[in-house]
């Protein structure tokens, strides 16, 4: 049980684009989905909180407007990189929980490279 | 606030040797403490997790961690080390309010044949 997913696993795309990634909770309802990104041989860092229904609590240093978070259902979050430049090449990862004080379960993260 | 430290960034074992990875953690709340696995390009495993029942933790794959507040630790500790171990581990604290994890800048074990 407690499985996520993610979709795309990688995704190559040009600079300028926007790229959307989804985290889905296959196995059980996520109240609170939290994404994260890693940079190379570095530790994760959270970006952002996302409750079904309602907006996205962003951590600080993180542009809102750029990381594009939508968390619609209690199975889906998306995060969408809009107008993505070479520096936003990172891996993302997702994580769901049950509520806002359960154990996390993560998703296998998605890697973006923008050329 | 909290913070986690694990204090080596590589650890290497030979294969069949104990593996101790350390980790020291401050917190203004009562913690909750993980240790999670992750494999090269893969996501993030739950090894184990400390919310404040018996201070000795075990968890999958042989793994298991003791929680010392007295020292402010949570080490993780292995008695034989399997190849299938080489992978990135990091210590995680949680603050009771929002859920909201705090990851350690991750420690690296190589194990040798």
């Known amino acids: 049980g407690a499985v996520v997913s993610q979709h795309p696993s990688w995704v190559i795309c040009k600079s300028g684009t926007s790229v959307k990634i989804e985290c889905r909770s296959l196995?059980?309802?996520?109240?609170?989905m939290f994404w994260y990104r890693q940079f190379p041989k570095q530790s994760l860092m959270l970006m952002a909180t996302?409750?079904?229904?309602?907006?996205?609590?962003?951590e600080q240093g993180v542009e809102k407007d750029k990381f594009l978070i939508n968390h619609a259902s209690l199975t889906l979050s998306t995060l969408t990189v809009t107008s993505a430049h070479p520096e936003d090449s990172s891996f993302y990862i997702c994580?769901?929980?049950?509520?806002?004080?359960?154990?996390?379960?993560f998703g296998p993260g998605t890697r973006l490279l923008v050329l | 606030a909290q913070s986690v430290t694990q204090l080596d960034s590589h650890v290497s074992v030979s294969e069949g040797t104990p593996v101790l990875l350390r980790c020291n953690y401050s917190?203004?709340?009562?913690?909750?403490l993980f240790w999670y696995v992750q494999h090269p390009n893969k996501g993030l495993q739950l090894l184990l997790k400390y919310t404040s029942a018996a201070t000795l933790v075990k968890g999958i794959n042989g793994f298991e961690a003791e929680f010392k507040k007295s020292e402010t630790s949570f080490h993780l500790t292995k008695p034989s080390a399997h190849m299938s171990d080489a992978a990135e581990y990091f210590c995680?604290?949680?603050?009771?309010?929002?859920?909201?994890?705090?990851f350690g800048g991750g420690t690296r074990v190589l194990v040798k044949p």
């Open positions: 917190s203004s709340y009562s913690p909750s």
């Open positions: 196995d059980f309802q996520a109240t609170t």
């Open positions: 994580s769901a929980s049950l509520g806002p004080v359960e154990t996390q379960y």
């Open positions: 995680v604290v949680s603050a009771a309010a929002g859920n909201k994890l705090t």
């Open positions: 996302s409750n079904e229904g309602s907006k996205a609590t962003y």
